[in-house]
C-alpha cells in the first residue's frame, strides 16, 4: 500500500479535533441543569446524576470503542459513535421522565461519547509517531472546547424552544458533525512512517520501542502507575470543576453572575492546557510534565486553601484546571511510549476508566469535607496534600520490557 503524505494526515487531524469538538459539548451540561429541573420538577442533584452516569459509562466504552477499533478500525466506531450519541441526545429530548431521561443521555449518548473519544486518539497516535504528544494534545483540546462552543448555542435555544426542543436539535446535530468526522477517520498503512522520522530501535529512558498486546501491558505494574497518575490529577481538578461557582462566592463573597465567569475561564484553561502541557512532553518527556503539574497544583491548592481576592482565586483556579486539562492531553503519548501504538485503542482505552471514577471521587470529596468543614479550606489542604503525594509516581516511573517482564512474543 503506497504512503499517505504528511497533509493526508493533517485532514485527518482535522476530522479527529471536528469530532472532539462535537463529542466535548457533554461539558455544556451546566447549561441545562436549571432548566431541567423545571422540566421535571426535580431538584439539581437528581438532574445532575444523568451527567455523571455519561461520564462514567464514557469511561467504560472508551476501552469498548478501542478493543472494537482493533477488530474493525476506526470508521467503523465512529459510525456507531454517531448513532448513538445523535440517538441518544435526541431521545433524551423526548424523555417524559428523569429516568428515561437518565437511560437516553447518560447511558445512551454516554456510550457515543465514549466510543467516538477514544477514535481520534488512538489513530491519530498511529498517524504521528514523530509527534505523539502535540497530536494527541490538539484531539483532546477539541474535546476540552466543545463546551465554550456549544454552552452559548444551547442557551439560546433553550431560550427560543425549551430545553428538551434543544436536544433533539443538538442531538441531530451532533450526529451529523460526528458522521462527517468519521468518513474522514482512518488508520494509516501497514509500516507508515512520516518523511524522515526513524524511531528508535532499542528501549530509551522514556520510551519501550516495543508493541504490548493489550494483555501485556496489563501484565505490567506501568500501566497501573499511569491508571493511578490519570485518576489522581483528574480527580484534582474535577473536584474544581464540580465546585468552582459555589467555591467562588464562598471564598471571595462574588455573586453568582461573577462566579459564571469563573467557569468561563477554566473552561478556557482545560481547553488549553491539553495542548500546552502535551505540547511541552515532546521536549521535556511525560513524566516531567506529570511531576510539574503535580507540583504546580500542589502550591495553587494550597493558596487556594488561604486566598480570600477573587482575581487570585480565578487565576489559581486556571492553574489548577490548565494541568487538569494537561493529563489528557499527555496520557496517550505516555502510554504510547511505553506500550507502543499497535493496540493503544485498548490499552488507553481502559485506562481512561480512571476519568470515570475521578468524576465520582473528586467531586464527592470535596463536597463531603466541605459539609463536615463549613468551609472549603481543609478540603482545598487536603487535595493539596494529595497532588503532592501523586509526584511521587512519575519519579518511580520507566518504560516496561517485554524481555524483562518475560512477556515476549511466541
Known amino acids: ?93 423526548l424523555s417524559p421522565d428523569l429516568k428515561t431521561f437518565y437511560l437516553s443521555y447518560g447511558v445512551i449518548a454516554g456510550a457515543g461519547i465514549g466510543l467516538g473519544y477514544i477514535v481520534p486518539v488512538a489513530t491519530l497516535i498511529k498517524w504521528f509517531p514523530d509527534r505523539r504528544g502535540m497530536i494527541t494534545g490538539i484531539a483532546v483540546a477539541g474535546f476540552g472546547s466543545g463546551a465554550l462552543i456549544t454552552a452559548p448555542v444551547a442557551q439560546r435555544l433553550i431560550a427560543s424552544y425549551g430545553a428538551l426542543r434543544t436536544f433533539q436539535i443538538l442531538g441531530v446535530a451532533y450526529f451529523l458533525m460526528v458522521l462527517f468526522a468519521a468518513m474522514v477517520i482512518r488508520n494509516p498503512p501497514a509500516g507508515y512512517m512520516p518523511p524522515g522520522y526513524v524511531p528508535p530501535a532499542a528501549p530509551t529512558r522514556r520510551s519501550s520501542a516495543q508493541d504490548f498486546t493489550f494483555g501485556q501491558a496489563l501484565g505490567t505494574w506501568q500501566w497501573y502507575a499511569l491508571w493511578c497518575i490519570l485518576f489522581l490529577n483528574t480527580t484534582a481538578g474535577i473536584a474544581i470543576i464540580s465546585q468552582a461557582s459555589p467555591m467562588a462566592q464562598e471564598i471571595s463573597g462574588v455573586t453568582a453572575a461573577v462566579a459564571a465567569g469563573m467557569v468561563s475561564l477554566i473552561s478556557i484553561a482545560n481547553g488549553a492546557g491539553r495542548f500546552l502541557w502535551a505540547w511541552l512532553s515532546d521536549a521535556i518527556g511525560r513524566k516531567a510534565v506529570f511531576l510539574t503539574m503535580f507540583l504546580v497544583q500542589t502550591a495553587a491548592f494550597l493558596m487556594l486553601s488561604s486566598v480570600a481576592d477573587y482575581t487570585l482565586l480565578v487565576a489559581l483556579a486556571i492553574a489548577v484546571l490548565l494541568c487538569y486539562g494537561g493529563g489528557f492531553g499527555t496520557m496517550p503519548a505516555f502510554a504510547a511510549d511505553y506500550f507502543g501504538a499497535r493496540d493503544i485503542g485498548s490499552i488507553y482505552g481502559l485506562m481512561l476508566t480512571a476519568w470515570g471514577t475521578a468524576g465520582i471521587v473528586g467531586p464527592t470529596l470535596i463536597a463531603h469535607i466541605r459539609q463536615s468543614t463549613g468551609h472549603y479550606h481543609d478540603a482545598l489542604r487536603i487535595i493539596a496534600y494529595i497532588t503532592l503525594a501523586s509526584a511521587a509516581l512519575p519519579l518511580l516511573l520507566r518504560p516496561p520490557s517485554l524481555k524483562r517482564k518475560g512477556l515476549a512474543r511466541d
Not at 472532539?20 to 461539558?27: E, F, H, N
Not at 446524576?49 to 472508551?62: D, M, N
Open 1 to 93: 500500500m503506497q504512503a499517505e503524505s504528511p497533509a493526508n494526515r493533517w485532514l485527518i487531524a482535522v476530522g479527529g479535533v471536528f469530532m472532539q469538538i462535537a463529542l466535548g459539548a457533554v461539558y455544556a451540561w451546566s447549561v441545562f441543569r436549571i432548566p431541567l429541573t423545571k422540566v421535571y420538577n426535580r431538584n439539581l442533584a437528581d438532574v445532575t446524576v444523568a451527567f455523571e452516569i455519561a461520564i462514567f459509562v464514557l469511561g467504560v466504552e472508551a476501552y469498548v470503542g478501542g478493543v472494537w477499533m482493533r477488530r474493525s478500525g476506526p470508521r467503523r466506531v465512529a459510525i456507531a459513535a454517531a448513532i448513538l450519541y445523535g440517538a441518544g441526545t435526541v431521545l433524551a429530548g
